[in-house]
Each structure stands twice: as structure tokens, then as C-alpha cells.
């Protein structure tokens, strides 16, 4: 069944006032640094932390309205939250399967919301075929997190939003994973404001919309690990795609690298903690990709903010490392009394911080008067990293800095 315009003006009255009207802002420091003019829409700011909870209310209404008191999806997370928290509200059991690999945080929260949550396999496909021996033993209906029309149809609330709180916008930057959402906010944008652009972005490590843009149709891909998880669902819908391809002017692939460095730049440019699959549309800003944009006015949808804390300490460390101000190199220096003090000195005196130092005294060569260290340092950017490494070079302390220097 097709989704239209009437079908997402029609969700928007009816998840009125149960799903929260999220701010789009303009951001000072992300404009500054992109080159355009920025805002973000802080779908983060949602009760469950996503975008997820407008499809989900628009499904849950109408099955309710149908009589149906117990549904069940496949999820990794953020849709399987929006379920859980408006099924409780609409009195419908929920039961979501989840991959092994799923944030804790999402999994705690969803039984924390009432859910029966299954753990299983450590793919969608895998979950999604699970799910569906759930439906035929146990009678359940299946919500699909996004193929389902009235779960598009309400993910494309999210593009009225938008141009009713920037009508400036020239460019949206949408992520792309089961592709439900850029259907959505594609179609809504593109019906009442056809001039402005909708982009897509995908990470490299999962590129399901690129593979069926390629194959004129969806196929599966294999998804590899990803700070964007829940955009890593192996195969665009169906649904989704023939509505996307219509209304998406142009889609991009980021990696995990530019993935860390926009979730730190968003902690802290904007104190906003949002999750990979969130912050993929800053990223794609950060790729160098989409130069066309500069000088314009552009809407990042920040689509979750679910992000597992273990996990974010790890991503700030990447994200740092990506940015030049977390340097890792080994060197070589003098194992005698005084050797460290002059390494040490020589690092500080280029203006860097020493967070940690490993010595390496057994496979560091026949010279017992020397020693290797891998030492990690902070600095102010990466270009103060290329300092230093010449620095240690040239300085009389005595140091050789290897060949094989990492940055």
C-alpha cells in the first residue's frame, strides 16, 4: 500500500500530543565549522531517545483501533523502545527480539518499559526470522520497525516539522538504514517543498541503500560492525526504497572514522549525546562530500541519542584520535638514568601531554643501553601531532623516533 502526503498528515493528528514536537536549532559552532548555515533537529530529545517513537505511535493507534492487543518486532534497539513506551500507554503487549549485539542500555530500557525482550542471533536477518516464528506460534502481529506504511507515514512527520521551523532550509541530511525514515521526511519535503534537497547518508561498513540504488532494487548486504548500529539492518524495505528513490536527491557513504569524530564534535560543540546512527548526518558534512552545500542552509536530522555509556567512553577516545589530538608512536631512547627524564622533557617541550608510556626492553634490539616506548600523547590537533613527531626528530635529547609512527 503506498504512503502519501494525507497519510503522514493524518499520523501527525494522531500522535498529537503523545509524541514530543522536538526543536530544530540553529547551531553556531557547527555552522562555523562546515561552512553553512546548520540547524539541527533533536530527535534525541524524544521520550526513548529517537525518531522511532513516531512510527511506532502511528502503528500501535491504528492497531488498536483494529482491536489487536499484542504485537512483536525485530529490532537492535530504538524501535523496539518506541513499542515498548507507547504500547504500555495504548495497552498492547510488546515482545521485541533483539541481536546479541544490541546496546545494553536499549535492552535494560526496553524491559525496564514493560517489554518481553528475546535476545537472539547477531543479525537483523537473524532477528527478523525469529520474530517471525513468534507471529505464527503465538498469534502476535509483527510491526515492522521500517517497511510498515503507517510506520513511514509517521517518520515523515519528522520532514513537517522540519520545513515548518526552518522554511530557509535548502538541504536535509537524513540517515538511512531500513530507509523508513528518509522515505518519510523525502516524501513530506519533496511534496510541499520540492526545491528543497533531501540527502541520504549511510555508513560504509553497512551500505544496504547504495547496494539497492546500484541493483535497481533492495538486496541484502553484509553488515560489518558499526558506531552506527542501528542503521546496520542488511537490506533496505521494499516500501521504503520505491518511496525513497523518488524524493532522495543524492546519497553518501561515511566510515566509522568520521562516525567517532562527529559524535565527539556534537558532545562538544553542542553538549548533545547522540548516538552513531544520529550523528552520521553530521558526518557526512564532515566527509568533504557534499561541497555543494556550503553557504547554504542545511537541517541534520540527529536521529537517537541512545548510545550505550561504555561505548561513548571508547568513541570519545576514537573520536580524538581522528581529530589529531590523541597521538600514539613509538620510539626508541636511552635506557640509562636520565634517558625517560629526557624523552619526557622533550615531548613537553613541544607542548604535548604524556598519558601513558610502555617500555619494551626484550624485543627492542641487541643494544641492552636502549629501550622502546609506545607512548601516548595529547594534542592540540593534528597538525601539533606532525609538530612533535619532527620535534622528537630533531631534538638533542636522545631519542629515534621509528619509521612506523601511527597517528
Given at each position: 500500500?503506498?504512503?502519501?502526503?494525507?497519510?503522514?498528515?493524518a499520523?501527525?493528528?494522531?500522535?498529537?500530543?503523545?509524541?514530543?514536537?522536538?526543536?530544530?536549532?540553529?547551531?553556531?559552532?557547527?555552522?562555523?565549522?562546515?561552512?553553512?548555515?546548520?540547524?539541527?533537529?533533536?530527535?534525541?530529545?524524544?521520550r526513548?531517545?529517537s525518531?522511532?517513537?513516531?512510527?511506532?505511535?502511528?502503528?500501535?493507534?491504528?492497531?488498536?483501533?483494529?482491536?489487536?492487543?499484542?504485537?512483536?518486532?525485530?529490532?537492535?534497539?530504538?524501535h523496539?523502545?518506541?513499542?515498548?513506551?507507547?504500547?504500555?500507554?495504548?495497552?498492547?503487549?510488546?515482545?521485541?527480539?533483539m541481536?546479541q549485539?544490541?546496546?545494553?542500555?536499549?535492552?535494560?530500557?526496553?524491559?525496564?518499559?514493560?517489554?518481553?525482550?528475546?535476545?537472539?542471533g547477531?543479525?537483523?536477518?537473524?532477528i527478523?526470522?525469529?520474530?517471525?516464528?513468534?507471529?505464527?506460534?503465538?498469534?502476535?502481529?509483527?510491526?515492522?520497525?521500517?517497511?510498515?506504511?503507517?510506520?513511514?507515514?509517521?517518520?515523515?512527520?519528522?520532514?513537517?516539522?522540519?520545513?515548518?521551523?526552518?522554511?530557509?532550509?535548502?538541504?536535509?541530511?537524513?540517515?538511512?538504514?531500513?530507509?523508513?525514515?528518509?522515505?518519510?521526511?523525502?516524501?513530506?519535503?519533496?511534496?510541499?517543498?520540492?526545491?528543497?534537497?533531501?540527502?541520504?547518508?549511510?555508513?560504509?561498513?553497512?551500505?544496504?541503500?547504495?547496494?539497492?540504488?546500484?541493483a535497481?532494487?533492495?538486496?541484502p548486504?553484509?553488515?560489518?560492525?558499526?558506531l552506527?548500529?542501528?542503521?546496520?539492518?542488511?537490506?533496505?524495505?521494499?516500501?521504503a526504497?520505491?518511496?525513497?528513490?523518488?524524493?532522495?536527491d543524492?546519497t553518501?557513504?561515511?566510515?566509522?572514522?568520521?562516525?567517532?569524530?562527529?559524535?565527539?564534535?556534537?558532545?562538544?560543540?553542542?553538549?548533545?549525546?547522540?548516538?552513531?546512527?544520529?550523528?552520521?548526518?553530521?558526518?557526512?558534512?564532515?566527509?568533504?562530500?557534499?561541497?555543494?552545500l556550503?553557504?547554504?542552509?542545511?537541517?541534520?536530522?540527529?536521529?537517537?541519542?541512545?548510545?550505550?555509556?561504555?561505548?561513548?567512553?571508547?568513541?570519545?577516545?576514537k573520536?580524538?584520535?581522528?581529530?589529531?589530538?590523541?597521538?600514539?608512536?613509538?620510539?626508541?631512547?636511552?635506557?640509562?638514568?636520565?634517558?625517560?627524564?629526557?624523552?619526557?622533557?622533550?615531548?613537553?617541550?613541544?607542548?604535548?601531554?604524556?598519558?601513558?608510556?610502555?617500555?619494551?626492553?626484550?624485543?627492542?634490539?641487541?643494544?641492552?643501553?636502549?629501550?622502546?616506548?609506545?607512548?601516548?600523547?595529547?594534542?592540540e590537533?593534528?597538525?601539533?601531532?606532525?609538530?612533535?613527531?619532527?620535534?622528537?626528530?630533531?631534538?638533542?635529547?636522545?631519542?629515534?623516533?621509528?619509521?612506523?609512527?601511527?597517528?
Amino acid at each position: 500500500m503506498p504512503v502519501t502526503l494525507d497519510d503522514i498528515l493524518a499520523a501527525r493528528r494522531r500522535i498529537e500530543g503523545a509524541v514530543a514536537i522536538t526543536p530544530c536549532v540553529r547551531s553556531i559552532p557547527l555552522s562555523d565549522l562546515c561552512g553553512c548555515d546548520v540547524y539541527c533537529k533533536l530527535e534525541y530529545l524524544q521520550r526513548t531517545g529517537s525518531f522511532k517513537e513516531r512510527g511506532a505511535r502511528n502503528a500501535l493507534t491504528l492497531l488498536r483501533d483494529r482491536g489487536v492487543t499484542g504485537v512483536i518486532a525485530a529490532s537492535a534497539g530504538n524501535h523496539a523502545l518506541g513499542l515498548a513506551y507507547h504500547g504500555r500507554q495504548l495497552g498492547i503487549d510488546v515482545t521485541v527480539v533483539m541481536p546479541q549485539f544490541a546496546p545494553l542500555i536499549k535492552v535494560a530500557s526496553c524491559k525496564r518499559l514493560g517489554a518481553r525482550v528475546i535476545r537472539h542471533g547477531n543479525s537483523f536477518a537473524e532477528i527478523f526470522e525469529h520474530a517471525q516464528t513468534l507471529v505464527k506460534s503465538e498469534g502476535l502481529t509483527y510491526v515492522h520497525g521500517y517497511d510498515d506504511p503507517a510506520v513511514i507515514a509517521g517518520q515523515g512527520t519528522a520532514g513537517l516539522e522540519i520545513l515548518e521551523q526552518v522554511p530557509a532550509a535548502n538541504a536535509i541530511i537524513v540517515p538511512v538504514g531500513g530507509g523508513g525514515l528518509i522515505a518519510g521526511v523525502g516524501l513530506a519535503v519533496k511534496t510541499l517543498r520540492p526545491t528543497v534537497q533531501v540527502y541520504g547518508v549511510e555508513p560504509a561498513a553497512s551500505p544496504g541503500y547504495a547496494a539497492a540504488l546500484k541493483a535497481g532494487h533492495p538486496v541484502p548486504v553484509t553488515s560489518q560492525a558499526t558506531l552506527a548500529d542501528g542503521l546496520a539492518v542488511g537490506r533496505v524495505g521494499d516500501n521504503a526504497f520505491a518511496l525513497a528513490r523518488q524524493h532522495v536527491d543524492r546519497t553518501v557513504l561515511v566510515d566509522e572514522k568520521l562516525l567517532a569524530l562527529a559524535i565527539l564534535r556534537l558532545l562538544e560543540l553542542e553538549k548533545a549525546v547522540v548516538e552513531g546512527a544520529g550523528a552520521s548526518t553530521l558526518a557526512a558534512l564532515l566527509s568533504g562530500q557534499l561541497p555543494e552545500l556550503r553557504g547554504r542552509t542545511v537541517v541534520l536530522l540527529l536521529a537517537g541519542g541512545n548510545i550505550d555509556p561504555a561505548v561513548l567512553a571508547h568513541v570519545i577516545e576514537k573520536g580524538l584520535a581522528a581529530d589529531g589530538r590523541l597521538l600514539r608512536f613509538s620510539a626508541t631512547i636511552s635506557d640509562r638514568p636520565g634517558g625517560l627524564a629526557a624523552f619526557a622533557a622533550a615531548v613537553a617541550a613541544a607542548g604535548a601531554s604524556i598519558q601513558q608510556v610502555q617500555h619494551d626492553r626484550t624485543f627492542c634490539g641487541a643494544d641492552v643501553t636502549r629501550v622502546d616506548v609506545t607512548c601516548t600523547v595529547e594534542t592540540e590537533d593534528a597538525d601539533h601531532a606532525t609538530r612533535l613527531i619532527e620535534h622528537l626528530k630533531t631534538s638533542g635529547a636522545a631519542v629515534s623516533v621509528r619509521t612506523d609512527v601511527e597517528k
